[in-house]
């Protein structure tokens, strides 16, 4: 399904695939657009000749007439126009991600940094089932890099690090991540039975991108959309995207394997945010909101008693203040969640006032009046 949404005088074209350069087309849509990029160019890998395994099969090396640039200085002025048409896309708060190789990825942290970027991370793709080193002159290069960048520094770029964290089992992701080159189905193969790309990302890849660095709703551009992984992850996670490629073939690729994804429910899009994102109820509001009534007991995990008072605050036997300053006082502790704290009497079962401000926020979720 494609859209557009009009900004300014010029339509987004969304969830759809662009033909033609990159830069063009990126010069031709609206600036301050995009909530995210994440940028796959060709990593200039100049080889030389062909690559044979030990017996003498030929190796499908990165070979194609789109990797093919004169000298470094031609490389590096098409890594500057494509960043600079890519930055003017992206929204104050936006965020671009670009991954390469050792050929690369250093001219283009260079770049990023010329132009105003502001680096967040750099991140190791280690891949579990790398290419060996055939010849046995180097050592095995056996993982990529990824640049994570906010357009400015002071920029306000979205990271979801609750989800990232509930994604690798409860422990704060890290920036070295073990993920498979992309093998047997989820490979695309063209009607020779070949690779109908050389480079194409694993999902499990854009998936982490997509869950850490952006929210449902949220714009996604490629403008090397090859096969079209980062479209085929953005409409699972409930993300437009726009496609920017050039090859018809990867073009019609990405179209077909597109066609055949389901987006998720709704409830499937849903992520672990933080509590530091989630809004801010004062216990006042449910006292103003007769969820708890003045005079009403709460009783505290020792059995410690205090009574609600009309303006929020608590009272006790010697001590009176907000539900956090008297369960510190009880506790002989320097600070307290009295959300968590504190418990109100219900059919003779003890229930934590935590319940009532989520429900609050429930309700501000869905738009009902509070």
């Not at 990029?37 to 030389?48: K, T, V």
């Not at 499937?268 to 945010?273: N, S, Y």
């Not at 956090?324 to 109100?344: D, K």
């Amino acid at each position: 399904m494609t859209k557009s949404v009009t900004k300014g005088a010029i339509a987004l074209p969304l969830n759809q695939i662009l033909a033609g350069d990159c830069i063009g087309v990126m010069r031709s849509l609206p600036a301050d657009s995009v909530d995210l990029i994440f940028a796959d160019p060709p990593y200039n890998l100049q080889l030389r000749g062909d690559l044979h395994r030990p017996d003498n099969s030929r190796v499908n090396a990165v070979d194609d007439h789109w990797d093919q640039f004169a000298s470094f200085a031609t490389y590096d002025r098409f890594t500057r126009d494509w960043l600079a048409a890519a930055r003017r896309l992206l929204k104050p708060n936006g965020a671009i991600w670009v991954i390469g190789s050792y050929h690369n990825v250093f001219r283009m942290g260079t770049e990023l940094q010329n132009q105003g970027f502001w680096i967040l991370n750099d991140v190791v793709w280690r891949k579990s089932n790398p290419m060996p080193n055939f010849r046995g002159k180097r050592l095995t290069n056996a993982h990529e890099t990824l640049i994570w960048a906010s357009k400015s520094e002071g920029g306000k770029y979205t990271f979801n690090y609750e989800a990232l964290k509930a994604l690798n089992e409860g422990v704060q992701m890290r920036s070295d991540w073990v993920i498979p080159l992309c093998t047997g189905g989820e490979r695309l193969k063209d009607e020779a039975g070949d690779k109908a790309h050389p480079t194409q990302k694993p999902e499990a890849l854009l998936h982490r991108i997509l869950v850490g660095t952006t929210n449902p709703g949220d714009v996604v551009l490629d403008p090397f959309f090859g096969t079209g992984t980062t479209g085929a992850v953005a409409k699972m996670l409930g993300r437009e995207f726009i496609g920017i490629e050039r090859e018809e073939a990867y073009r019609a690729a990405a179209e077909r394997r597109i066609a055949r994804v389901r987006r998720f429910d709704r409830a499937a899009l849903e992520t672990t945010t933080s509590k530091r994102a989630e809004p801010r109820v004062p216990f006042g509001q449910v006292v103003e909101r007769g969820m708890l009534r003045p005079g009403e007991e709460l009783v505290s995990p020792r059995g410690g008693i205090a009574k609600v008072r009309a303006d929020g605050t608590l009272i006790g036997a010697d001590v009176k203040g907000s539900i956090h300053q008297v369960g510190a006082h009880l506790e002989g502790a320097p600070s307290c969640n009295g959300w968590t704290y504190w418990h109100f009497r219900r059919d003779g079962k003890l229930v934590p006032i935590d319940v009532l401000r989520q429900q609050i926020r429930a309700e501000m979720e869905d738009g009902r009046p509070h």
